[in-house]
């Protein structure tokens, strides 16, 4: 622990602002990689959730990626890497899921003021909605959950209503079993929740930049020029290597179509919920007419082969600007192209 926190308050400083994280980034004969990033909000509060880094963090990562790499448009990236084509610096493509709200108040003008252009992905039903995805919703409910007597209450409320499955040894147990749902399952055990701790209100009651999604004219706005550019993040984040076929084509194919007929152009990339998929899922999303698909981890043999998805490095929001610079340089060798 002592070490930990010498190697961030002091030696990783000293590395990047000497320049030697630029020597060190040379080493690395990948040329390509991609950033995955989530929200970003004005007062950071971990306890609340940790989706989000706050923006003094965010501008100090942008601005050092903007000096030190280039920083491309998802399609000026793609076809970098295909051309292969040689550049003095190191490319960069940095991504958003979910599609928070706080990517257009709180992301959006520090992209701007260091001309970096990004990709977000949103959660295409939330769009416009005052509801928050299905993990904010207990993510920001998780004090009241995540007590010995909250959760010997949920269990035996979950034993109770035929949901035996559901029953967890904690807030994180409970909340992995939750991804296994489809997204009918899900909403009767939210609605339990709200029954179960007396929550009243769906909407969490903590600062809406933790959890409210984009409305449209904030996606218009931020798409013109290409600047931003938009791909689907499914309709409702689902798991998808565990739908059954019917669920998992609509979840590919109208998420698509609607932001499609948003943004009057075609939308042809997806980002994975929660990294999730497999060979079929690849299989449906190339039929369905999606072109590029970004992951977390490789998660299929025919990967290593396959030139049309890209690994992502998730960047910590729960460490400093420094420490996520020399992860992002070090990461080159392992998820970089």
Not at 8 to 16: D, N, Q
Not at 34 to 48: D, I, P, S, T
Not at 172 to 181: A, E, P, T, Y
């Amino acid at each position: 622990m002592i070490i930990k926190t010498f190697a961030r308050k002091f030696a990783f400083p000293i590395i990047v602002k000497s320049g030697i994280s630029n020597f060190i980034t040379k080493l690395y004969s990948q040329d390509h990689i991609v950033l995955n990033y989530h929200g970003v909000v004005k007062e950071l509060n971990l306890a609340v959730s940790v989706n989000h880094m706050d923006t003094d963090n965010f501008e100090a990562q942008i601005k050092y990626f903007s000096r030190h790499f280039n920083v491309l448009h998802q399609d000026e990236f793609i076809n970098s890497i295909n051309n292969k084509k040689k550049h003095k610096r190191k490319n960069i493509l940095i991504t958003f899921d979910d599609g928070y709200e706080n990517n257009y108040t709180n992301a959006f003008p520090i992209l701007k003021k260091y001309n970096t252009p990004a990709t977000i992905f949103p959660v295409v039903n939330l769009i416009n909605s005052k509801t928050p995805t299905w993990y904010d919703f207990l993510d920001t409910n998780k004090s009241l959950i995540n007590t010995s007597l909250g959760i010997e209450n949920l269990n035996n409320n979950l034993r109770n209503t035929g949901n035996k499955d559901l029953v967890s040894k904690n807030f994180s147990d409970f909340k992995n079993k939750i991804k296994s749902l489809n997204t009918a399952q899900k909403d009767i055990v939210i609605k339990l929740l709200n029954e179960v701790f007396s929550l009243g209100d769906f909407n969490p009651t903590v600062a809406e930049e933790y959890w409210k999604i984009l409305n449209t004219d904030q996606i218009i706005e931020m798409a013109k020029g290409d600047f931003i550019t938009f791909g689907s993040h499914t309709l409702n984040h689902p798991n998808l290597d565990l739908l059954e076929q019917n669920e998992l084509g609509d979840e590919l194919s109208n998420s698509k179509t609607k932001l499609s007929e948003l943004l009057s152009k075609n939308i042809d990339s997806i980002a994975f919920p929660d990294g999730a998929y497999n060979e079929n899922v690849k299989t449906t999303c190339y039929e369905l007419g999606y072109k590029t698909l970004f992951s977390v981890n490789s998660r299929c043999i025919s990967d290593t082969q396959d030139k049309q998805i890209f690994q992502r490095v998730s960047i910590s929001n729960t460490t400093t600007s420094e420490s996520s610079i020399l992860n992002v340089i070090q990461s080159l060798s392992k998820l970089g192209y």
